[in-house]
T-cell receptor, first 118, second 111 residues
Framework: DSGVTQTPKHLITATGQRVTLRCSPR?????VYWYQQSLDQGLQFLIQ???????AKGNILERFSAQQFPDLHSELNLSSLELGDSALYFC?????????????????FGPGTRLTVL | LAKTTQPISMDSYEGQEVNITCSHN???????ITWYQQFPSQGPRFIIQ???TKVTNEVASLFIPADRKSSTLSLPRVSLSDTAVYYC????????????FGDGTTLTVKP
C-alpha cells in the first residue's frame, strides 16, 4: 500500500459525458501528479501540482483539467469524453518539489481509476 | 531532457539473477536514476534510486558506472512474482513538462 488513494476504482460512462477522478496523496506529500495509461501503452504524464499550484504540464488535452485543494487532495476532470479516453488514470504523490537542486522526486502511485467510455 | 533506452523484453527462470540495463547518454549532472516496477492494472512501485556507484536495498541493487551514462538494475534470485514491467527514470518525470517513463522492460520469469 503506497498510501495514495484514488476513487473511484472503476468508472463507466458514455461519450460526451464529464467525470471527476479523485486522489488523496500520502500524508505530508505536497506534490500530486496525474498520469494516463491506455491499454498496452506507457505512462503519459498529464499534469503536476505542488501545494495547490500547477507546476508542470504534459500531454494533457484541453478537455481535461485538474486542481489541488487546500487539504492537498486533487481532482482530475475529464469532459466531452471520447472512446479514446478509456484508460487507467494514475495519481502519484511525492514529498519534494520537482525541479529542485537535485532532480529526484520519488513518486508513490495510487491504485488507479479505470475509466471506460462507451 | 534525458532519454532512456531499455530492452523491450527479457526472459528469465526462477532463481536466476536478472540484470536490466538502461542507457541514458545525456543524463544531467544533478539527475538521479530511479527504477519502478509495474504489475498489470496497478500503479508503478518504487524499487530503488541512486546517483552513482552502487546502491542496494532489500529487493534490488543498482549499479551506476562512473560516467553515469547507463545503469543496471539487478534482481537477485527472481521468482514468478517478479514478472512485471520495469521502468528506468532519469531525473524527474516532469522535466520540462514531459514524461520520461518510456516503454519499460517487460520481464517474464518462467518456472
Amino acid at each position: 500500500d503506497s498510501g495514495v488513494t484514488q476513487t473511484p476504482k472503476h468508472l463507466i460512462t458514455a461519450t460526451g459525458q464529464r467525470v471527476t477522478l479523485r486522489c488523496s496523496p500520502r500524508s505530508g506529500d505536497l506534490s500530486v501528479y496525474w498520469y494516463q495509461q491506455s491499454l498496452d501503452q506507457g505512462l503519459q504524464f498529464l499534469i503536476q501540482y505542488y501545494n495547490g499550484e500547477e507546476r508542470a504540464k504534459g500531454n494533457i488535452l484541453e478537455r481535461f483539467s485538474a486542481q489541488q485543494f487546500p487539504d492537498l487532495h486533487s481532482e482530475l476532470n475529464l469532459s466531452s469524453l471520447e472512446l479514446g479516453d478509456s484508460a487507467l488514470y494514475f495519481c502519484a504523490s511525492s514529498a519534494q518539489l520537482a525541479g529542485g537542486p537535485m532532480r529526484t522526486d520519488t513518486q508513490y502511485f495510487g491504485p488507479g481509476t479505470r475509466l471506460t467510455v462507451l | 531532457l534525458a532519454k532512456t533506452t531499455q530492452p523491450i523484453s527479457m526472459d528469465s527462470y526462477e532463481g536466476q539473477e536478472v540484470n536490466i540495463t538502461c542507457s541514458h547518454n545525456n543524463i544531467a549532472t544533478n539527475d538521479y536514476i530511479t527504477w519502478y516496477q509495474q504489475f498489470p492494472s496497478q500503479g508503478p512501485r518504487f524499487i530503488i534510486q541512486g546517483y552513482k556507484t552502487k546502491v542496494t536495498n532489500e529487493v534490488a541493487s543498482l549499479f551506476i558506472p562512473a560516467d553515469r551514462k547507463s545503469s543496471t538494475l539487478s534482481l537477485p534470485r527472481v521468482s514468478l512474482s517478479d514478472t512485471a514491467v520495469y521502468y528506468c527514470l532519469v531525473g524527474t518525470p516532469t522535466n520540462a513538462g514531459k514524461s520520461t517513463f518510456g516503454d519499460g522492460t517487460t520481464l517474464t520469469v518462467k518456472p
